[in-house]
Each structure stands twice: as structure tokens, then as C-alpha cells.
T-cell receptor
Framework: NAGVMQNPRHLVRRRGQEARLRCSPMKGHSHVYWYRQLPEEGLKFMVYLQKENIIDESGMPKERFSAEFPKEGPSILRIQQVVRGDSAAYFC??????????????FGPGTRLLVL | KQEVTQIPAALSVPEGENLVLNCSFTDSAIYNLQWFRQDPGKGLTSLLL?????REQTSGRLNASLDKSSGRSTLYIAASQPGDSATYLC???????????FGSGTRLQVQP
């Protein structure tokens, strides 16, 4: 059973370009979370999605950032018109919901985004 | 707003020592608490999950405790090994939310 997969692992963009980060959850998992780790900072929640629905986007910047988790295919985190401050490691996690207290989130290897 | 603090920020010990990592939080209304390890440039590996109704969990040389009344959790590592060198993160799922709130981590170095 493959773990959470993210691609690309490293992404370089120039200011103003678009970045697309992909996340394939573990088999059987229908819940996806995106977190961001800025240099020398802790992980911060961005968005929580279930298939075709955004459940909680309270941690995601209102502008330039969007996320989706279509019925078929991976979850996508999209950053438009990137700026240098977007340089960070973006982690995806997935879970198979049992009960609220038992939910374990499994993390992918991350995508390291560098904006030049 | 939940705040999670991990002390110490960095720790260096000789191989074979038993050690304790600390995590404190400000809001005890949580579903669970997870401990992760993160290796440089890598993702997070889940180590232990303690449900809000539990006091501790054990896995091999690792033992995690949870005291909601005092807002504290500890991760005990027995007989440390160089392979345990990593950053250890504490994260909580607050009641009413599914997102995890993370501490800033403890960077552990086990000297051979």
C-alpha cells in the first residue's frame, strides 16, 4: 500500500508564474489536508478537503491560492502569481476517517517550492 | 486559539540515554494528540496518537503521555540510538476541527 504521494518534489518558479502541487492520498483515504512549512517555522494548516468538497479553508490565503480534490485524480494546490514569500515546503496529508478521536493523518514527502 | 509549545528546541544526548521531550498546549478541548518525527528534507512520520480519553500510548521504545488538565504531553524515548536523530513534532486536533495545530518541534541529536 503506497503512502501519500506528492509531486513534484521540488519546484522552481519565477515571480508571477503559477505553481501546481499535486497530492495522491493513500488508497482508501478520502480526506486530504494541505499544510505549509515556511523556512525556520512550524507547519501551518491551510485547507481540508473531501472528495469534491472544501470543508475548511480557514488557513489558506484569500488571494492567489486555491485547492481542489476532484472525484477522480489527485488533489491540487494551486498558487497563482507566486511571490518570494511563497517559498516553502508544502505537505499533504490524508486520512481514513473512523472517529474524530482516532483519526491519524499520514503525510507525504512534501513539495519544496522555490520562487526566484 | 490553540498554542502549542515544545521545549527544549534542541537536545543533544549520548547514545543509550533515556530522554523526555515536552509539549504543552493552551486549550484542553482536543480530540487527540499526535507525535511525529521529521527527518531533514523529508516528510512527517506518525509515531503515536493519543486519543483525548487516553493517558498514554506505547510503541517499542517510545511512550507518550497526555495530561489534558495540565495541558501537557511528553514523549519518552528509551535507550536512544543515533537513528533517533530527527525533529520531533507534537500536534493536536482541536475539538470541532480536523486540522492539526503543530508545535515548532524539538531537534534531537543522538551522539554515537
Amino acid at each position: 500500500n503506497a503512502g501519500v504521494m506528492q509531486n513534484p518534489r521540488h519546484l522552481v518558479r519565477r515571480r508571477g508564474q503559477e505553481a501546481r502541487l499535486r497530492c495522491s492520498p493513500m488508497k482508501g483515504h478520502s480526506h486530504v489536508y494541505w499544510y505549509r512549512q515556511l523556512p525556520e517555522e512550524g507547519l501551518k494548516f491551510m485547507v481540508y478537503l473531501q472528495k469534491e468538497n472544501i470543508i475548511d479553508e480557514s488557513g489558506m490565503p484569500k488571494e492567489r491560492f486555491s485547492a481542489e480534490f476532484p472525484k477522480e485524480g489527485p488533489s491540487i494546490l494551486r498558487i497563482q502569481q507566486v511571490v518570494r514569500g511563497d517559498s516553502a515546503a508544502y505537505f499533504c496529508a490524508s486520512s481514513q476517517y473512523r472517529t474524530k478521536t482516532q483519526e491519524t493523518q499520514y503525510f507525504g514527502p512534501g513539495t519544496r517550492l522555490l520562487v526566484l | 486559539k490553540q498554542e502549542v509549545t515544545q521545549i527544549p528546541a534542541a537536545l543533544s544526548v549520548p547514545e543509550g540515554e533515556n530522554l523526555v521531550l515536552n509539549c504543552s498546549f493552551t486549550d484542553s478541548a482536543i480530540y487527540n494528540l499526535q507525535w511525529f518525527r521529521q527527518d531533514p528534507g523529508k516528510g512527517l512520520t506518525s509515531l503515536l496518537l493519543i486519543q483525548s480519553s487516553q493517558r498514554e500510548q506505547t510503541s517499542g521504545r517510545l511512550n507518550a503521555s497526555l495530561d489534558k488538565s495540565s495541558g501537557r504531553s511528553t514523549l519518552y524515548i528509551a535507550a536512544s540510538q543515533p537513528g533517533d536523530s530527527a525533529t520531533y513534532l507534537c500536534a493536536l486536533a482541536d475539538t470541532g476541527r480536523r486540522a492539526l495545530t503543530f508545535g515548532s518541534g524539538t531537534r534531537l541529536q543522538v551522539q554515537p
